[in-house]
């Protein structure tokens, strides 16, 4: 892609904030600041996006989408020591994070949020690239691989939502594994349909506790993710997904996307914690589907494995990549 091409493309950015000599050398240091920024202009409005590592390092880069819907990019910080062998380009979907805001619900369907990864894609100008996408990323990420993209050297699903009848089934056995009163408060509140109760909060807070991040994060991550206005947008969760992780009340309720699991074509490496939320059980039986995919599980994580036990994530992560250069 020419300078010229690049301006057009970022709708007004210095193009030269994309060119690799733009990159610094920094050291890969917490708390990882970016070696560039860009928006990035998608339907409805414009994506925040970052980069870092070198574009020019020889290696395709490594797009994350992020999980939600309606997190941020926060989530993906303790990956970016993978950008010590490539560029790793974060970024946040329309209506998170230091993304646009429209808060329309006509932008908050499947497709459009897969075709955020292109955007991101041609904004950067890549040839080849590899895709990353955890928890709800990982339903953008499968459906922007089952188009089968030019380009796409591989694709990580991380305890990814591929459907949504799977993850309800598999939260409803990760709540059996839970302490009596745990459960009991959880199916009080289930019954009165209150999800806003003290109880119901801390039966709540156990299952997460237990099943999305086992560990606290860093000083530096959380002082990160302050310094962004909206974290999480709770409305667009509520709206596609409900209440809570294990309840599913909004427009992702009848989410299917087993068929397309067969329509990849790139190699595919299903990851997940030993205690994810998309229980290593089911995703096993996913990567059945898929010709010639790979399973890594991480022993000791949950769904948060990039938080939980990062050194294991990094080896994984960074392993395959190489592996596909």
Excluded at 52 to 76: E, K, Q, T, V, Y
Aim: hydrophobic share 45%; charged share 20%.
């Amino acid at each position: 892609m020419s300078g010229i091409d690049r301006r057009a493309a970022l709708g007004g950015l210095a193009a030269a904030a994309l060119m690799p000599e733009a990159l610094s050398a920094r050291p890969l240091t917490p708390p990882y600041p970016a070696d560039a920024t860009l928006r990035v202009p998608v339907p409805g409005g414009t994506l925040f996006a970052r980069v870092n590592g070198r574009l020019d390092s020889g290696r395709p880069p490594l797009i994350m989408a992020h999980g939600g819907p309606g997190g941020c990019h926060a989530a993906f910080l303790p990956a970016l020591p993978l950008a010590a062998d490539r560029a790793v380009i974060l970024y946040d979907q329309l209506d998170c994070g230091h993304s646009d805001k429209p808060g329309d619900p006509a932008n908050w369907v499947p497709g459009r949020f897969a075709a955020e990864v292109e955007a991101v894609r041609a904004a950067f100008g890549l040839d080849r690239y590899h895709l990353l996408g955890a928890s709800w990323g990982g339903s953008v990420a499968l459906l922007h691989g089952a188009a089968q993209p030019k380009g796409l050297a591989s694709v990580i699903l991380q305890g990814p939502l591929i459907a949504t009848d799977d993850w309800i089934a598999d939260a409803a056995i990760l709540r059996s594994g839970l302490p009596a009163d745990v459960q009991a408060a959880l199916d009080a509140g289930d019954r009165s349909g209150r999800y806003d109760t003290p109880d119901y909060a801390r039966a709540t807070d156990a299952f997460y506790a237990r099943y999305f991040r086992r560990r606290t994060p860093p000083a530096w991550a959380t002082a990160y993710e302050k310094t962004i206005p909206q974290p999480f947008n709770a409305r667009l969760y509520e709206a596609m997904w409900g209440p809570n992780e294990f309840l599913c009340t909004g427009s992702l309720k009848d989410f299917d996307g087993r068929p397309l699991l067969g329509r990849l074509t790139a190699p595919t490496l299903f990851l997940a914690g030993e205690f994810d939320e998309a229980r290593p059980e089911t995703v096993r039986r996913y990567a059945g589907l898929v010709r010639g995919a790979d399973v890594a599980i991480v022993p000791g994580a949950a769904h948060r494995i990039q938080s939980d036990e990062t050194a294991a994530y990094l080896a994984a992560v960074g392993g395959w990549l190489r592996r596909f250069d």
